[in-house]
């Protein structure tokens, strides 16, 4: 991690499971992280739990679904920081409904919080590594095991739909900079069932969380927050493209 000390990440979605530990490891690692979340109150109580590295994280408001307000985050790191070293897209989010009793409101909220939000941000970076003459900037896009499959529960299928554009996103995006910013990578990582309040979040069902995760082991956060650091931490010649992982025990 030597490469990346004292430079800048950004992580999107920080408020709580994974982004929160992205931030906690990477400021841990002498990394600055900028980190955005819609809740104002969490992303305070994330910055003061980090007492003296606090002042390695800046954190910012923003709805990823709003154009502006990414571009004013944007701004705000280039202005305080300058260029954005380390990219991570972590946010995103499903809704518990099927393609049949779905709402359009639903899915383009699913579109632009898990696809646009996320080129928009890259797009971004991208940027602001060209300007800076940046040769060894990093991409990672949390994504799901629903971008290599279809799942079987029916309120996945248009989040699965989403996931599986981010698997095309990330091989276009390799492609494109391998031809303006060649020293610059990309990867996706692809969880399976992580232990977060991803799924009491959909319409704000905890039973039905704590009913799967009775079943099973599953992944916690600080397994995907490690093969993060793993990315990383690999030679600068190494392009590590998709990481799929899911917990010993899951059958699906």
């Not at 999107?12 to 929160?20: L, P």
């Not at 994330?46 to 003296?52: T, V």
């Not at 280039?78 to 809704?95: K, P, R, S, T």
């Not at 391998?178 to 990867?187: D, E, F, H, Q, W």
């Amino acid at each position: 991690m030597e490469r990346y000390q004292g430079r800048v990440a950004v992580v999107t979605g920080v408020s709580s499971g994974i982004g929160e530990g992205l931030v906690r490891a990477l400021v841990a690692a002498g990394i600055r992280v900028a980190g955005c979340a819609r809740n104002a109150d969490k992303l305070q109580t994330l910055k003061e739990s980090l007492g003296p590295d606090s002042e390695h994280f800046l954190p910012v408001t923003c709805d990823l679904t709003e154009e502006q307000q990414v571009r004013n985050f944007f701004e705000r790191v280039l202005a305080e920081w300058g260029a954005v070293d380390i990219l991570i897209n972590n946010a995103g989010l499903a809704f518990n409904s099927s393609l049949l009793d779905g709402t359009v409101e639903e899915w383009r909220t699913m579109l632009d919080t898990n696809i646009v939000a996320l080129c928009l941000c890259t797009q971004l970076t991208v940027e602001s590594m060209k300007e800076s003459n940046i040769s060894d900037g990093y991409i990672i896009h949390i994504n799901s095991e629903s971008g290599h499959m279809h799942p079987v529960p029916s309120k996945f299928h248009f989040y699965s739909a989403t996931k599986h554009a981010v698997r095309a996103l990330t091989e276009t995006m390799r492609l494109e900079l391998a031809k303006t910013l060649p020293g610059c990578r990309i990867s996706s990582v692809s969880p399976g069932l992580v232990e977060t309040q991803f799924l009491a979040k959909m319409a704000g069902r905890p039973a039905e969380q704590l009913k799967v995760f009775s079943r099973m082991k599953a992944l916690e956060v600080e397994d995907v927050v490690q093969t993060v650091l793993h990315l990383l931490r690999t030679p600068a010649h190494v392009q590590v493209h998709d990481v799929l992982m899911r917990p010993a025990g899951q059958t699906s």
